[in-house]
């Protein structure tokens, strides 16, 4: 349970642009999987990137961002 209230209540570190180019790139990526221009054979290695974009995204949290003091809000 408290894993849970300190995501919902983390100190959020990324702005507004820098969750714009994150959530895009993540749909951007995606689009071109679906689409055939990645190959299915890079599929892992390109969605897990996209996902950690889309949830850092959403979220307004970066950790990588956290560790090295960097804050774009």
Do not use: H, Q, W
Request: aromatic content about 10%; proline content about 5%.
């Amino acid at each position: 349970m408290l894993n849970l209230f300190k995501l919902l209540f983390m100190e959020r570190n990324i702005g507004i642009p820098d969750k714009i180019i994150r959530i895009s790139l993540a749909l951007v990526i995606t689009g071109l999987l679906f689409k055939g221009i990645i190959p299915e054979s890079l599929a892992l290695i390109v969605l897990v990137p996209a996902g950690i974009f889309l949830l850092t995204g959403l979220f307004e949290y970066c950790p990588l961002y956290t560790a090295f003091g960097i804050r774009s809000r």
